[in-house]
């Protein structure tokens, strides 16, 4: 498709109607262009003007990836003090530590 652009990884929820988007703009802009985001998204999202849906963007990002810090961090701490790290995990993910990083 022109203009298509994957990442890897992304292509199947790229696919199927299930991202978070997030818009920065006008809203008469949003408006227009809603209806195309909802062939690829479910969560969609008017942050403000341009710009907006990208600083939003980048602000999920830091939570991404602070949490994958925050697994790799207390799976090593679980194996450095002699602990299982997969059943340190399976544990985790049965409580409020759960999430897909983990």
């Not at 696919?15 to 998204?41: R, S, Y």
Request: hydrophobic share 50%.
């Amino acid at each position: 498709m022109a203009g298509f652009r994957a990442w890897p990884g992304r292509l199947a929820a790229q696919l199927t109607p299930l991202l978070t988007i997030m818009v920065g703009g006008p809203e008469k802009a949003f408006a227009t262009a809603k209806p195309l985001f909802e062939l690829m998204g479910k969560n969609i999202s008017l942050i403000g003007d341009n710009g907006a849906g990208q600083t939003c963007k980048v602000a999920n990002q830091i939570v991404v990836a602070l949490n994958i810090e925050a697994v790799a961090e207390a799976l090593l701490f679980a194996s450095r003090s002699g602990t299982d790290p997969e059943r340190v995990r399976r544990v985790l993910m049965g409580g409020f530590a759960s999430s897909r990083i983990l």
